[in-house]
């Protein structure tokens, strides 16, 4: 009965593949995330949408690219991975309305570009 | 979203109480203070938030002082499982889309 799945939980992979990171949230959340943690340990929104739509792309490159098939689901699919795109991704949801509650995070995937 | 100042480590003895630090002295009237933690390997957990008034909920208080530019989370008998990566966030409440900027956080290890 986990909030927010996320899968894989690892994922090691060479440069140039392309990959994807699946999110499933059965909260009932009209909001979902994706968040980057790197080595340092600073964690960084990417994206995130409402009711399937992108509202939030924050200068992430092209070669990553979200697709939400229902308000459920927010995958990231990642073209061409880079040495760089080594890092931990945490999908996230959070419910709409006017209150202020809090964001769900799922467990991370952890990438590993060789 | 205003930025946050947090000490980058503290240690605190189990059983006794968990004071964390937080200043933001550019937050804006409409920003909400909220308090996240991260156990290894595992993804954020929230925990507390407040606007004006301080809050407490089954996991810490929160104490926001009167001019808002800073705030202490309190966690009230620290156990070995509060050992994590506590942030302190300040953003403004948005309809959809609330983005959370998290900074290096304070790590805490509780010690026996």
């Known amino acids: 009965d986990t909030a927010v799945s996320q899968t894989p939980k690892y994922l090691v992979t060479q440069m140039g593949n392309d990959k994807s990171i699946k999110c499933e949230q059965n909260?009932?959340?009209?909001?979902m995330y994706w968040y980057k943690q790197d080595s340092k340990k600073f964690l960084k929104i990417m994206f995130s949408?409402?009711?399937?739509?992108?509202?939030i792309n924050e200068t992430v490159p092209n070669r990553f690219s979200p697709k939400s098939p229902d308000k459920a689901h927010l995958n990231l699919h990642i073209n061409s991975l880079e040495l760089g795109d080594s890092a931990v991704y945490f999908c996230?949801?959070?419910?709409?309305?006017?209150?202020?509650?809090?964001?769900?995070f799922g467990q991370g995937t952890r990438l590993t570009v060789v | 979203d205003a930025k946050t100042t947090q000490p980058p480590s503290m240690d605190c003895a189990e059983g006794r109480a968990a004071n964390l630090p937080c200043n933001h002295s550019?937050?804006?009237?409409?920003?909400?203070v909220y308090w996240y933690r991260q156990i290894h390997s595992q993804g954020p957990q929230y925990i507390i938030h407040?606007?004006?008034n301080n809050e407490t909920n089954e996991m810490a208080s929160l104490i926001i002082t009167e001019d808002r530019k800073s705030s202490t989370l309190i966690l009230p008998h620290a156990t070995l499982r509060d050992t994590a990566v506590y942030y302190c966030?300040?953003?403004?409440?948005?309809?959809?889309?609330?983005?959370?900027?998290f900074g290096g956080g304070t790590r805490v290890l509780v010690k026996p």
């Open positions: 996230a949801s959070s419910p709409p309305g006017i209150s202020h509650t809090e964001a769900f």
């Open positions: 407040g606007l004006k």
């Open positions: 949408y409402n009711n399937k739509e992108l509202i």
């Open positions: 909260l009932g959340h009209d909001t």
């Open positions: 550019t937050i804006s009237g409409n920003e909400y």
């Open positions: 966030i300040v953003r403004v409440w948005e309809a959809a889309g609330n983005k959370l900027t």
